[in-house]
């Protein structure tokens, strides 16, 4: 059983221009979590989403970022418009539906520059 | 609202001496409190998570933490450190009363294990 994947893991984009990044869940489950790291901090929680449906979002930034997860294929976080600020690690986790889901699986992480 | 707090930026240990990483934490209603290990660019890796029950928790590699209600503590312990645990180690809750799997993370603390 693979476990969280995303891709790419390393993005490099010039401000100005959009990142798209990918995340597979674990095989059934059904809750994906994003989560952004700055350099020498902790995890701060953007977007926690189940197939087809943002059940919250109070971590996004209010404006150029979206999350979407749909019926088929990954979960996709989109930058539009990067600046230097948005240069982080962006984690996505994965749980099961049901008693399993306090326990949360972590991708690897992509890690985006803007130059 | 919920929050996590990890006094130590770094611990500095011996080899073969005993680790304690400090974490402390506040939530609005049930507690449920997790330990996280990241290596250098990877994700992070589930150690230990306390629920309920016991409030001595043993995990992965030997590592064990005790939930405190009355401290709101939960510090992760080991009774011999490793040069191989040398790594970020993170703290989290979430409220298990809220429906959302939603967690907090500390901001991290860097072990470091000398040999």
């Known amino acids: 059983n693979a476990g969280v994947m995303q891709n790419p893991r390393h993005l490099v984009r010039r401000r100005g221009q959009e990142a798209r990044l990918r995340c597979s869940p674990m095989?059934?489950?059904?809750?994906v979590y994003w989560y952004r790291q700055l350099p020498e901090e902790g995890l701060k929680f953007m977007v926690y989403?189940?197939?087809?449906?943002?059940?919250?979002e109070s971590g996004m930034p209010k404006e150029r970022f979206s999350a979407e997860f749909p019926k088929e294929g990954p979960s996709i976080l989109r930058i539009q418009q990067v600046v230097r600020g948005d240069s982080a690690a962006y984690f996505c986790?994965?749980?099961?539906?049901?008693?399993?889901?306090?326990?949360?699986?972590f991708g690897p992480g992509t890690r985006l520059t803007v130059l | 609202a919920q929050s996590v707090a990890q006094p130590e930026d770094q611990v500095n240990v011996a080899e073969g001496n005993p680790l304690t990483v400090k974490c402390t934490y506040s939530?609005?209603?049930?507690?449920?409190l997790f330990w996280y290990v990241q290596y250098p660019n990877r994700g992070l890796q589930f150690l230990l998570k306390y629920i309920t029950g016991d409030n001595l928790v043993k995990g992965s590699y030997g590592f064990e933490a005790e939930f405190n209600k009355s401290q709101t503590s939960f510090h992760l312990k080991k009774p011999s450190a490793l040069v191989s645990d040398s790594a970020l180690y993170f703290c989290a809750v979430r409220d298990g009363n809220n429906a959302g799997n939603m967690l907090t993370f500390g901001g991290g603390t860097r072990l470091m294990v000398k040999p």
């Open positions: 986790a994965s749980s099961p539906l049901g008693a399993g889901r306090d326990l949360v699986f």
């Open positions: 989403l189940q197939k087809e449906n943002i059940i919250d």
């Open positions: 095989k059934g489950h059904s809750h």
């Open positions: 939530v609005s209603g049930n507690p449920y």
